[in-house]
Nanobody, 121 residues
């Protein structure tokens, strides 16, 4: 059974920090690129950041560059999102996603259940 379980969300004041974690199981974590998305009710889900399977490549949405950092520890099957200098517009449900390719070329992807981040005074 594939599982992606996010944790670390909560309420934080503008300018504060949070670190999200996503613990993976049920698949070969080290073979998958990992992404963080976020979603606010009534809006489409937005790609925040992605890291390649080895951690050698990353990308970030312009809105979070220089504030958020994605990292992974393949020995722990865990991906992290360090969020600094948080703004109210960062509020949303944050989702972890795994993306990989099977040996026969099939694209595989899995989603976590999400964790709420609220940035407010």
């Amino acid at each position: 059974q594939v599982q992606l379980v996010e944790s670390g969300g909560g309420l934080v004041q503008p300018g504060g920090s949070l670190r999200l974690s996503c613990a993976a199981s049920g698949f070969t974590f080290s073979n998958y690129a990992m992404s963080w998305y976020r979603q606010t009710p009534g809006k489409e889900r937005e790609l925040v950041t992605t890291m390649s399977s080895t951690g050698s490549s990353t990308n970030y949405a312009d809105s979070v560059k220089d504030r958020f950092t994605i990292s992974r520890d393949n020995s722990k099957n865990t991906v992290y999102l360090q969020m600094n200098s948080l703004k109210p517009e960062d509020t949303g449900v944050y989702y972890c996603k795994a993306i990989g390719t099977a040996w026969d070329g099939r694209v595989l992807s899995y989603w976590g259940q999400g964790t709420q981040v609220t940035v407010s005074s």
